[in-house]
Each structure stands twice: as C-alpha cells, then as structure tokens.
C-alpha cells in the first residue's frame, strides 16, 4: 500500500499544483476547469484523473487480495466428513471437465453428490462467491444476511424514545416509534450463462489446466453476476427488483438531504452542499464505523476540485484529501475521505441530470441490508448449443435488498 499512496501523494501534489495555476490564470472557481479550462488544461485534468483511478484500483486489488488470504488463513471449524479436502476437490472438478468432454451424463449426476447439486464442482462454486464480493461495492459496506425462505420483516421507522421517570412511575408510550412498517424480502432471480467450446473444455483438462479453466470461466461469470446486481443494490426501484440506495428519491424511503434544484447539473455543487448532507444525518449514524459517502466518478471528479475556506487566515484546502493511516481508509483501500469521511465508488451511481435524481448518498450503511437466498445455484446444459460443440453451463443467485431505517441516510440530489 505504501508504493500506491505515495503514487496518489505525488499526483494530487501535481493535481492541486495545476488547479492553483488556472485559478490564478482566470480568477474562476477551481471545480470550473472541466468546462472553462483549456483544451491542454483540460487533457491534463483528464490523465491525472485517470493516472489516479488506476492507482486506487491498484491499491483496491491489493487489499482485497490481502483479506482473501487472511481469511483463507484462518482455520475453518467443522465437520471432517462434511466438507471434501481441498485435493478432492481437484479430483472432482477434473473428473467434472472430463465428463463433460465426454457429455457423459451419467459421470455428471455421480458428481453432484459432492457439488452445488447440478454436476458443478463446489470448487469452482467458491470461486465464483469469492469474486462476486470483489467486484461488488455495496456487498463490501453493507449488511448481507442468508436467509432460506421468503419473509416479511417489520421495523421502526425511527429510535425509540427514552424518559426521565420517577421511581415506581408509570412507563408512558407516548414518543415511542411506529413498528408498522414492513418490509417484504424477496429474493429476486439473477442467471448468467457462459457457453464453453467443446476445444476449450478439452483444453482445460491438460496438466496444470485444470484451475486456470475455472478460474476463467468463474471469473467472467462472477463479474457479470456482481455488476447487475450492483445496479440494483444502487438503482433498484423495489417494484419487481431489489430497493436501491440511490433510486429516485421521489417516494422512496430516504426523505432528508440537500437539493440542488430541479434538474441542477453536478456542476453546481458546492463544498457547503457536501457539509449539509453530512450533518443531516444525526451524530448517533456518524459515529458508526459504516458511515460513508457512496458516489460516482463523476461526482468525486468534481469534488476533488473543491476548496473550503477552513483556517482563520482564510487558507483555502480541498474538500477531498488523501488519508494518512487506517482509519481514513475507504473498504477496498483507497485512502482518501471527504470532510474526514470515508467514501465508495459505483458506477451504477446516476450522473444524468434530471428531476430528484440521487447524485450521492451518505449514511450508515448497517442499515442498507443485502438478502442473500442460499449461495450460487448451477446446472449444466449440453443440449441447447450443441449444434456449435458448445455446453452451456448457467449460474444463478437469489437476492434482494432493502433500506432498513431512512432516517440514517441522506441525499445530494438534483
């Protein structure tokens, strides 16, 4: 980490360098030069965004792949019989390729006494969890809780209150919150399908082969399963999809934060905008170690140009500044915070203009919930593309999502 943050030391030194140099030049607001600056200003902002975007996907990779080997590294309590070592495992995932080779269907149904049920090895099952929370923001800072049915959950809608009373005194309920609300948890269906070539699974079962064929292939269908469900943890409207966080604010759960008015660009932000969102979230929800911003690119391009005026000289420093230890840290290991406050980034986040489109969320995200239905679910289908020597292989996952308690969020909406 230390080679990454000083990388993204060096460029925001030469970042903020720049943006002093056009405001001197022009007399303009530093968060202007996007579209005032000139087209040699304007390609510079550009690489150094870039230059820094990769350096934090760096650093994000690295740090993901230090948790997976220490939890890997972490001994795993359980039944001798009930989980295969890790050498059958292999002997069963090359004995599944082999079969498949072969379409010998009756080798495949053998095997899915020791995989995920359908002939696919639990090895291969495995990777596929393991890359779908990599590559998933809002799986790595919210809840996700395993639950085997459909279900209705009721909750308060605020904190219950707390009285001074006398000894022996009656305990009033006046104050207290209503626990009417429901929320209706159900696992919405989400499937990928990858077709293997008949060359690519023979290909796969030569020496060595056997786990950079999985790999691949968990890999790709990984990636596409967490990104589609990531625009639903974000975008979801809860009509026949899971309850995104940063839906359209427009008769959703979350009813406080700032406006920039209607149908305002991102452009008109401003650091005070940034500073009223955060303090309408009550200190009780700032304090978690879940607090923090959730954002696009786009709206962290224009916040890294910001200045606050912050010390009595009238210094002016940027709104958003590189941590210095772990405890500035976003999830992923970026280190850099907003107003001291950690931040995610997801693409799924809105940037087009338009009437209470959400453009930044900042909360306390142990109250945005992820319901996982059991794991990952696949089965093999040798038919259906057999006419080009391919088997498809299909992998699906039930989930849904839900805003738990609104009042520990906010929005920047335009």
Not at 262 to 267: E, K, R
Request: hydrophobic fraction near 35%.
């Amino acid at each position: 980490m230390s080679d990454e943050l000083n990388e993204i030391q060096q460029i925001t030194h030469q970042y903020r360098k720049s943006l002093d140099a056009f405001e001197r030049r022009t007399g303009l607001s530093t968060h202007k030069v996007d579209a005032l600056g000139s087209g040699e200003e304007r390609e510079k902002f550009a690489k150094m965004d870039s230059d820094l975007d990769a350096v934090e996907m760096r650093a994000q990779l690295a740090s993901a792949r230090a948790r997976i080997q220490q939890l890997e590294s972490q001994p795993v309590l359980s039944r001798a019989a009930s989980t295969p070592s890790a050498e059958l495992e292999q002997q069963q995932s090359a004995r599944w390729l082999k079969a498949m080779v072969r379409n010998d269907q009756a080798e495949l149904r053998a095997l899915s006494t020791g995989t995920s049920g359908a002939g696919i090895p639990t090895d291969m099952e495995r990777r596929i969890i393991s890359r779908l929370w990599d590559a998933n923001v809002m799986r790595q800072i919210s809840v996700v809780t395993q639950i085997d049915s459909k279900r209705t959950i009721t909750v308060e809608n605020a904190l219950p209150t707390t009285s001074l009373i006398n000894e022996a005194a009656a305990i009033g309920e006046t104050g207290d919150p209503s626990y009417g609300t429901a929320v209706s948890v159900t696992p919405y269906k989400y499937a990928t399908r990858v077709l293997l070539s008949q060359e690519f699974i023979e290909d796969g079962i030569g020496d060595g082969g056997i786990g950079t064929a999985l790999d691949y292939v968990a890999n790709r269908c990984a990636l596409s399963m967490a990104l589609e469900q990531e625009k639903a943890y974000v975008q979801g409207t809860g009509s026949s999809q899971p309850e995104g966080i940063a839906g359209s604010a427009s008769g959703k759960p979350i009813s406080q934060g700032v406006d920039l008015g209607s149908g305002a660009a991102l452009t008109t932000l401003t650091s005070d905008n940034l500073i009223d969102a955060l303090f309408t979230v009550k200190p009780v929800y700032r304090n978690s170690p879940r607090f923090r911003w959730l954002m696009s690119d786009t709206f962290l391009r224009t916040v890294r140009k910001l200045k606050n005026s912050v010390t009595s000289s009238g210094q002016l420093e940027y709104i958003w500044t590189p941590g210095t230890s772990t405890v500035n840290q976003m999830v992923g290991g970026i280190p850099a915070s907003i107003l001291g406050v950690p931040y995610s980034v997801s693409q799924y986040v809105p940037t087009t203009t338009g009437d209470n489109t959400v453009y930044c969320v900042v909360g306390d995200f142990n109250y945005f919930e992820i319901f996982d239905r059991t794991g990952i679910s696949s089965f093999v289908d040798p038919y259906s593309a057999s006419n080009n020597h391919r088997t498809a292989l299909i992998f699906y996952s039930r989930t849904d999502s839900h805003i738990m308690l609104a009042e520990a969020f906010a929005y920047i909406r335009g």
